[in-house]
């Protein structure tokens, strides 16, 4: 998925290429242009009551607006435009700004409610200057443009018309630029949000998309473990989702460890092998801290979701005779924990080929690490691919107390030392206090080493040499979640000491749902 910063890009490079090759319909390239104008005020519409719109915001929308009028003077002077070929850079730049506001719209609901944790980052006065920043340099690409169909005009006044078109998109560029420096440059990563619905791994995926596939299966989990945190879906997580949950997270983390221990024998630098090896140690703590967490559901039992629980003795045959015997529910499992277990296919098609299931009954021979370099595009790519999987853990390990506390009503136990008085002949009692903390310790326990994992793995990226802008917006995001369960001060996945992180992350106002 196009992140802001590769749509600003694209369209960067379609004004240039219209500047520098100018169409010969002039009356269609005005029309376009004055298009193109119109879509790049929209991500500049932003501002709210928690982070209103900037004065250098203001006055690049004021000089748009007077471009756009010495445009549409130019077009009255202009004939139509021909019905010939007309050149699409105009119109591929265009659709780049609208995808910008596709993408920054998409993670709030119709009613302008967040939907993801880095909708609150976009609510920031950095975020809206990094807006503010990009589109002012689209504004000088413009002006190139615009400058281009002044050249050889007969009209004089059309000439002149497109000279003050250039002259305002230039000076909008100058000022947006000079007064955007505490930009927030982290916001560029961002991508569009996808809804909760799961996409199956098939035995025809080719092994090179994984690393694509494996981002949007997490940005999925993300915004999944966003809305159990703040009680914004109608399908919540069960304690057999829960447990199921933690199974598949566990095998993903062994599976992306043995990835990177198959990887580390190729490489012919011994310092890059050990770092890899250290990153595989951590993904395993990481799947052990989430092994012990569906362990702890081992002797709990959800009622409105049996699907994990303690093997049953057969009815008796009194009980067959009265006709007490009856079917457990069938409940359709929560969304996230379908993607989950997708996620642990990918991984496991990424270390075993396409056709790897994990219900397989023998286990095939890894393929070869230089092959999985290739389809990662090497070893700094591959960590950032999998750098994903601790960093949506950490959001999903955050929100579980929450769905624990949520099912807490139907939840029993089989646990002998929680016979009570006037209950022994049933085997299932309701669950205890201590028990639902336990419980959520569980899962407290987890943040920490997807925390370590996610350090880790940013290391051998940084060694190699490939950036990973998203770390800085997954800390921010990280640290607005923390502040909404009024945690103080909160460790990020990104350690502040890593060289290329250390820009300064935008204090986050996260608004409180009223119950």
Same mark, same amino acid.
């Given at each position: 998925?196009?992140?802001?910063?590769?749509?600003?890009?694209?369209?960067?490079?379609?004004?240039?290429?219209?500047?520098?090759? !100018?169409?010969?319909?002039?009356?269609? =390239?005005?029309?376009?242009?004055?298009?193109?104008? =119109?879509?790049?005020?929209?991500?500049?519409?932003?501002?709210?009551?928690?982070?209103?719109?900037?004065?250098?915001?203001?006055?690049?929308?004021?000089?748009?607006?007077?471009?756009?009028?010495?445009?549409?003077?130019?077009?009255?002077?202009?004939?139509? &435009?021909?019905?010939?070929?007309?050149?699409?850079?105009?119109?591929?730049?265009?659709?780049?700004?609208?995808?910008?506001?596709?993408?920054?719209?998409?993670?709030?609901?119709?009613?302008?409610?967040?939907?993801?944790? $880095?909708?609150?980052?976009?609510?920031?006065?950095?975020?809206?200057?990094?807006?503010?920043?990009?589109?002012?340099?689209?504004?000088?690409? *413009?002006?190139?443009?615009?400058?281009?169909?002044?050249?050889?005009?007969?009209?004089?006044?059309?000439?002149?018309?497109?000279?003050?078109?250039?002259?305002?998109?230039?000076?909008?560029?100058?000022?947006?630029?000079?007064?955007?420096?505490?930009?927030?440059?982290?916001?560029?990563?961002?991508?569009?949000?996808?809804?909760?619905?799961?996409?199956?791994?098939?035995?025809?995926?080719?092994?090179?998309?994984?690393?694509?596939?494996?981002?949007?299966?997490?940005?999925?989990?993300?915004?999944?473990?966003?809305?159990?945190?703040?009680?914004?879906?109608?399908?919540?997580?069960?304690? =057999?989702?829960?447990?199921?949950?933690?199974?598949?997270?566990?095998? +993903?983390?062994?599976?992306?460890?043995?990835?990177?221990?198959?990887?580390?024998?190729?490489?012919?630098?011994?310092?890059?092998?050990? #770092?890899?090896?250290?990153?595989?140690?951590?993904?395993?703590?990481?799947? +052990?801290?989430?092994?012990?967490?569906?362990?702890?559901?081992?002797?709990?039992?959800?009622?409105?979701?049996?699907?994990?629980? &303690?093997?049953? !003795?057969?009815?008796? $045959?009194?009980?067959?005779?009265?006709?007490?015997?009856?079917? /457990? &529910?069938?409940?359709?499992?929560?969304?996230?924990?379908?993607?989950?277990?997708?996620?642990?296919?990918?991984?496991? +098609?990424? /270390?075993?080929?396409?056709?790897?299931? !994990?219900?397989?009954?023998?286990?095939?021979?890894?393929?070869?690490?230089?092959?999985?370099?290739?389809?990662?595009?090497?070893?700094?790519?591959?960590?950032?691919?999998? $750098?994903?999987?601790?960093? *949506?853990?950490? +959001?999903?390990?955050?929100?579980? !107390?929450?769905?624990?506390?949520?099912?807490?009503?139907?939840?029993?136990?089989?646990?002998?030392?929680?016979?009570?008085?006037?209950?022994?002949?049933?085997?299932?009692?309701?669950?205890?206090?201590?028990?639902?903390?336990?419980?959520?310790?569980?899962?407290? #326990?987890?943040?920490?080493?997807?925390?370590? =994992?996610?350090?880790?793995?940013?290391?051998?990226?940084?060694?190699?040499?490939?950036?990973?802008?998203?770390?800085?917006?997954?800390?921010? *995001?990280?640290?607005?979640?923390?502040?909404?369960?009024?945690?103080?001060?909160?460790?990020?996945?990104?350690?502040?000491?890593?060289?290329?992180?250390?820009?300064?992350?935008?204090?986050?106002?996260?608004?409180?749902?009223?119950?």
């Amino acid at each position: 998925m196009a992140t802001l910063d590769e749509l600003f890009d694209t369209a960067g490079d379609r004004l240039r290429t219209a500047a520098a090759a !100018p169409s010969s319909d002039r009356p269609a =390239s005005a029309h376009h242009l004055d298009q193109f104008l =119109s879509a790049l005020a929209e991500p500049l519409g932003l501002g709210d009551e928690d982070a209103p719109q900037s004065a250098v915001t203001k006055d690049l929308v004021y000089h748009l607006s007077r471009a756009s009028d010495a445009v549409q003077s130019a077009q009255r002077l202009l004939p139509p &435009p021909g019905a010939g070929p007309a050149e699409n850079h105009l119109p591929d730049a265009s659709a780049a700004v609208h995808a910008v506001r596709d993408v920054i719209e998409s993670h709030r609901g119709p009613d302008r409610v967040p939907l993801t944790a $880095y909708a609150y980052a976009l609510t920031t006065g950095p975020a809206h200057h990094y807006l503010t920043r990009r589109c002012s340099e689209l504004a000088w690409g *413009a002006a190139q443009v615009a400058s281009g169909l002044a050249q050889d005009s007969v009209d004089p006044s059309v000439a002149a018309a497109f000279g003050d078109v250039r002259r305002f998109l230039s000076e909008a560029s100058v000022f947006g630029r000079d007064g955007t420096r505490d930009a927030d440059a982290a916001i560029g990563a961002l991508s569009l949000t996808l809804p909760v619905e799961p996409v199956q791994a098939h035995p025809t995926d080719r092994t090179e998309d994984v690393p694509a596939n494996l981002a949007e299966d997490c940005d999925r989990l993300s915004r999944a473990a966003f809305e159990t945190l703040h009680h914004r879906s109608d399908h919540r997580m069960s304690g =057999s989702d829960l447990q199921q949950l933690a199974r598949w997270t566990a095998m +993903q983390r062994l599976l992306a460890g043995r990835v990177l221990l198959t990887v580390s024998e190729e490489l012919p630098d011994e310092a890059a092998a050990a #770092a890899l090896r250290e990153s595989a140690g951590a993904l395993r703590a990481s799947a +052990q801290a989430w092994q012990k967490s569906a362990t702890a559901w081992h002797r709990i039992v959800d009622i409105a979701d049996p699907r994990s629980h &303690p093997k049953l !003795p057969a009815p008796s $045959y009194e009980i067959v005779r009265r006709g007490e015997v009856v079917r /457990l &529910p069938q409940v359709v499992p929560h969304p996230s924990t379908v993607i989950a277990h997708t996620a642990a296919v990918r991984v496991g +098609q990424l /270390l075993y080929g396409p056709e790897w299931r !994990p219900e397989a009954a023998t286990r095939p021979a890894p393929r070869e690490g230089s092959e999985i370099l290739t389809d990662a595009q090497g070893a700094g790519a591959l960590a950032s691919a999998l $750098y994903r999987l601790p960093a *949506a853990g950490w +959001q999903l390990a955050l929100a579980a !107390p929450q769905a624990v506390s949520m099912a807490r009503g139907g939840l029993v136990t089989d646990a002998f030392e929680q016979r009570a008085r006037g209950l022994d002949d049933h085997r299932f009692r309701p669950v205890r206090r201590h028990q639902l903390e336990a419980l959520s310790h569980s899962y407290k #326990a987890v943040l920490p080493a997807e925390q370590a =994992s996610a350090a880790s793995l940013l290391d051998v990226a940084q060694h190699a040499g490939v950036p990973v802008p998203r770390a800085l917006l997954d800390a921010g *995001a990280h640290r607005g979640l923390a502040a909404a369960q009024g945690w103080g001060q909160s460790r990020t996945a990104a350690r502040p000491d890593q060289p290329g992180l250390r820009a300064p992350q935008p204090q986050v106002r996260v608004p409180r749902r009223a119950l």
